[in-house]
């Protein structure tokens, strides 16, 4: 969530208002609804943006003509604001910076728009979901609907927090279950529970009040953070301009197996959880 949430600031201070001219896509299995990209591209052309949000991981552009165009940028995928031009079947940046890095140059996806610049989408492993919906359908729909509570909203409160949470199952999978709680990743849900001392292996039924408010508050420390260093840049992410995020400079837990845990010294050890890789300190999260 935190790295959707700074694309999403990004866009409206860049693309907010513009009008989407054309649209080009080489990996058409990206397009999910409707399931032509011949109709996508004529029903998205013309259409003015007026407004970006965020819901759970989903970036949400709500268009001219009652449209709602969703991306969810998966586990590679990243939006690009710049211009570019194709060179020998593949896009280039026409400008010096951090756009050229090898992690930005995997774009499926080029909206055109009306200023004469272009927002891509570069996804590595081609798992990015494309979506036009009609605006009233979209929120009439069991997609929108089945989303859990956004964990930095006002209205979540701690009584919120723990109602939500069911009384089986583990709390490094029920923290990243978006059923529950919308968009905790893995990367967050680890260093969620290092910084709460909870073990990620925990059923929730048995957690205590004094654990699940150590959970509750690390939730909006650690995402209030990520969001302000700009995500994490440890794997595919980049930010809108390319450059990457600092987060993954700060973790304690994510990816840290086998180094010294920064609190108590002992070593980060690593297990999977639900297919997940989950990394947790052995003595000081019990």
């Not at 032509?36 to 949400?60: D, H, L």
């Not at 939500?164 to 849900?189: F, S």
């Not at 301009?241 to 980060?268: H, V």
Request: glycine fraction near 8%.
């Amino acid at each position: 969530m935190p790295e959707v949430e700074t694309i999403v600031r990004d866009l409206n201070k860049t693309v907010l208002g513009r009008k989407i001219e054309d649209v080009w896509c080489d990996w058409r299995k990206s397009i999910k609804k409707p399931g032509s990209f011949s109709v996508f591209s004529r029903a998205i052309k013309g259409e003015r943006i007026e407004r970006i949000w965020r819901r759970a991981k989903n970036i949400i552009f709500e268009l001219s003509g009652g449209k709602i165009l969703l991306i969810h940028q998966k586990m590679t995928g990243h939006l690009l604001y710049g211009i570019w031009s194709m060179q020998h079947k593949a896009w280039m940046p026409k400008e010096k910076g951090p756009l050229e890095e090898p992690a930005n140059r995997f774009i499926h996806l080029v909206f055109y728009l009306d200023n004469g610049k272009q927002l891509a989408l570069s996804d590595l492993r081609k798992f990015a979901k494309i979506e036009l919906w009609d605006k009233g359908q979209f929120f009439r729909s069991i997609v929108f609907k089945s989303w859990g509570p956004e964990p930095l909203e006002k209205s979540f409160t701690f009584k919120k927090f723990k109602k939500t949470l069911p009384q089986r199952g583990r709390i490094k999978q029920v923290l990243m279950n978006p059923k529950v709680i919308a968009g905790i990743g893995n990367i967050y849900a680890d260093e969620i529970l290092w910084e709460a001392k909870v073990h990620p292996l925990l059923q929730t039924g048995r957690l205590n009040n004094q654990q699940l408010r150590a959970i509750y508050k690390a939730i909006r420390k650690v995402l209030q953070k990520a969001i302000k260093l700009g995500g994490t840049s440890i794997s595919d992410f980049r930010k809108l301009s390319g450059e990457k995020g600092n987060f993954g400079e700060t973790r304690k837990a994510y990816r840290r197996d086998k180094e010294e845990c920064y609190r108590c010294g002992a070593t980060i050890k690593r297990i999977k959880i639900g297919g997940r890789g989950t990394c947790f300190c052995p003595k000081c999260q019990r």
